[in-house]
């Protein structure tokens, strides 16, 4: 085989290899999609909730409930850039999001005086 020839085989098979790795990644991105939307429809019925108690609530209380509304925020925010992102980066925020949610459950366990799960 002549060195072009082989160069040519390489090529090719490295873009197949970059269809291949597109491919998969699209898939992954489209399979997170509807989970990304179900956290953001929970996030904003966690959001109306701490809006909603706001004002039942002790000064203390309604603190800590304004940090987990901030932190609810943050992650409505990296949600709606997820669902516009590429694969790689819809991964990323992902991970951000899941450190955000962290946040929040510890923000709104502080405001109710409870340990987070």
């Not at 909603?52 to 309604?62: D, L």
């Not at 992650?75 to 992102?85: I, N, V, Y």
């Not at 590429?86 to 366990?109: C, D, G, N, P, Y």
Request: hydrophobic share 40%; net charge negative.
């Amino acid at each position: 085989m002549a060195f072009n020839d082989a160069l040519e085989k390489a090529l090719a098979q490295a873009r197949e290899l970059q269809r291949q790795i597109t491919e998969v990644a699209t898939d992954a991105a489209e399979q997170m999609k509807p989970h990304l939307e179900q956290s953001i429809v929970k996030a904003r019925e966690i959001q109306e909730t701490l809006t909603r108690q706001a004002g039942e609530q002790s000064e203390v209380a309604a603190k800590g409930a304004e940090v987990a509304r901030a932190h609810v925020s943050e992650f409505l925010k990296m949600g709606s850039e997820a669902l516009r992102e590429s694969a790689e980066l819809t991964r990323q925020t992902t991970l951000k999001m899941v450190e955000q949610s962290k946040k929040i459950v510890e923000a709104a366990a502080a405001a109710t005086s409870k340990k987070p799960d």
